[in-house]
């Protein structure tokens, strides 16, 4: 590099740097103004927040800007994605407590108040870039909190016009505008380290590149994993609720969501029952030399080819040649064994299911556990039964954060009206994935908490209460007795 480009790079660099500080200044200021916000003051401002991507025009809009800009997905799920995510953290943020004292145990002596983190850098994906960055800036705020967010270049136009509608909507009920900001344009690897490391949290969904750079930022990181669900299909299974659960999950915005059925293991004795099942819920299966022109298209070198992820099923069907009828909306692909010299065990972002035959359960659990070491490792898997013991051996025995029974995965996974799971739409899969959290990214992730502590009535046990057992097994005999112990006076256990 000759001294003009060093000179043009600094200079490049020094701008990047104003821009952050900017950002970062504006939503420390917007902090400061509303750090004395009342619970009620909050809640209206994650309301309006939530008004913004809920209003049924705004939805409408976004989703079709959101297909054009990235080419990802449709527009009706689309639709039904922004406002079903909206209403459900909505519910769910609206009733937490997030001002002041939050949880107060007297029997413990103990009282807990919440605290905002500070200027949250959000990273966020190109295949929700409308749903996901609103639905952080409802976490972050409900805490005090501001949020930069940083979209993924495809889906900047998206993300700033989400942004620029919540921001006005903030305006409307008195609360700081700055409270949201997005990254400015070109968003770029430089800009985004550059947030993150002005920031105080970094939230990172997305590819897993982003992921590792978030938790390298030197700023406290939450991050997700990938998905890759693999899905059990039992001997006792209601075989057309499965099929239609799971052909409504795959296909809902052509496959876009990390909790779509990557892999189905169907029981070998009723294999032939629930592939009929699915093929009437609308899938196809690939004979011998489709599935080979699909593995070969798909995954070009190995590799995913991005011009055929999250695109309608027609697209597919013609690129990879499929006959079936029109009214087919996803494909099967008969795989005999998973593994990572196998691309089609991994994620695949498209109306593209792999099947797997299994003997008995067992096979199936070992199945599952293969596919997730080659991907998605931590992050879910599900299972349609009748048998509640066999959904409890996938909990026990499986490297996973959530196990879903009976349920159409993609709208289970991050939460749902008849679910327990908190709305939300980056799943945590813990130390499995290299990350911090085993569960959905919830409003507990973006407070600090102080404690406040009481002395209550002591609660020592006797040395021979806990040890005792061990003694024996041991054959030690204390050299004083209980009595002895009791006498002796109490000092507090130096800090």
């Known amino acids: ?112 108040y919440a605290k905002p983190v500070g200027v949250v850098a959000a990273i966020t994906p190109s295949t929700n870039p409308a749903a996901t960055p609103i639905n952080k800036a409802m976490m972050a705020v409900k805490a005090r909190n501001a949020i930069v967010i940083a979209p993924s270049p495809s889906g900047w136009n998206t993300t700033a016009q989400a942004v620029t509608l919540a921001r006005n909507e903030l305006a409307r009920v008195g609360a700081p505008p700055n409270l949201l900001q997005v990254l400015p344009t070109p968003v770029d690897r430089r800009r985004t380290e550059t947030l993150m490391a002005a920031a105080d949290l970094v939230v990172a969904t997305g590819s897993q590149n982003n992921v590792g750079r978030a938790y390298r930022s030197g700023t406290p990181a939450i991050g997700v994993g990938a998905g890759n669900v693999p899905v059990i299909i039992d001997s006792t299974a209601d075989l057309r609720d499965a099929a239609t659960k799971i052909t409504t999950s795959k296909t809902f915005d052509n496959a876009t969501s990390c909790s779509s059925e990557n892999a189905l293991i169907i029981l070998d004795d009723i294999y032939d029952d629930a592939i009929a099942a699915l093929h009437r819920a609308g899938g196809y299966t690939a004979n011998p030399d489709e599935a080979q022109r699909i593995r070969t298209r798909l995954f070009p070198d190995g590799v995913l080819d991005r011009r055929l992820v999250a695109k309608d099923y027609p697209v597919l069907r013609e690129a990879f040649g499929l006959a079936g009828a029109d009214t087919d909306r996803f494909v099967m692909v008969e795989e005999s064994d998973p593994g990572s010299d196998k691309p089609m065990t991994s994620e695949k972002l498209s109306l593209v299911l792999s099947i797997y035959r299994a003997t008995d359960l067992d096979h199936a659990l070992d199945l599952a556990r293969r596919i997730l070491a080659v991907q998605g490792i931590g992050h879910s898997v599900g299972i349609h039964t009748a048998e509640p013991a066999r959904a409890d051996r996938l909990a026990a025995e499986l490297p996973v954060v959530r196990v879903l029974v009976n349920q159409a995965h993609t709208f289970g996974n991050g939460g749902s009206f008849d679910n327990a799971l908190p709305f939300t739409l980056s799943m945590g899969c813990g130390t499995w994935a290299g990350n911090s959290i085993s569960e959905n990214l919830n409003i507990n992730h973006f407070m600090n908490i102080t404690h406040l502590v009481n002395t209550i009535e002591p609660n020592q046990p006797t040395a021979e209460e806990l040890f005792g057992a061990h003694w024996a097994t041991i054959g030690y005999r204390p050299e004083r007795t209980e009595a002895d112990a009791e006498s002796t006076p109490t000092r507090p256990a130096p800090s």
């Not at 209206?44 to 927040?49: E, G, K, N």
């Not at 079903?84 to 103990?110: A, M, N, S, W």
């Open 1 to 112: 590099m000759d001294r003009s480009d060093e000179t043009a790079a600094e200079g490049s660099s020094q701008a990047v740097r104003t821009d952050i500080e900017a950002c970062i200044d504006a939503a420390r200021n917007a902090m400061e103004e509303f750090s004395t916000a009342t619970q009620a003051d909050v809640d209206r401002a994650v309301v309006a927040i939530a008004w913004s991507l809920y209003s049924p025009s705004n939805a409408k809009a976004l989703a079709k800007l959101a297909v054009d800009d990235t080419g990802l997905g449709n527009v009706a799920d689309k639709v039904v994605k922004n406002q079903r995510k909206t209403l459900g953290t909505l519910r769910d943020l609206l009733r937490t407590k997030t001002v002041g004292v939050i949880e107060h145990q007297p029997e413990k002596g103990l009282t807990k």
